[in-house]
């Protein structure tokens, strides 16, 4: 999975929900164990239309969650 640590937990980390310590464990249930679903995983997400949803499977201190944004509100939080 990926692990979101201090230094990447910025303003645009937090927008979208995410937390320190944070692990996302799959995008649109594309397991995240190896580089290979990574890479495919941020190619589905690039290729998500502007009204498409992206779904995180998260685990929080222990806890699983799910995060369901819209492609277009994750890009409003995006800076310029």
């Not at 580089?35 to 222990?62: C, F, N, P, S, W």
């Amino acid at each position: 999975g990926l692990f979101i640590s201090e230094q990447e937990s910025t303003d645009l980390v937090k927008a979208l929900g995410l937390q320190s310590k944070d692990l996302i464990v799959s995008i649109n249930q594309i397991e995240l164990n190896n580089k290979k679903k990574m890479l495919k995983a941020y190619d589905e997400v690039v290729k998500t239309k502007e009204e498409g949803t992206i779904e995180l499977q998260v685990m929080r201190q222990k806890t699983p969650l799910k995060i369901t944004y819209v492609r277009r509100e994750i890009e409003s939080q995006m800076p310029v």
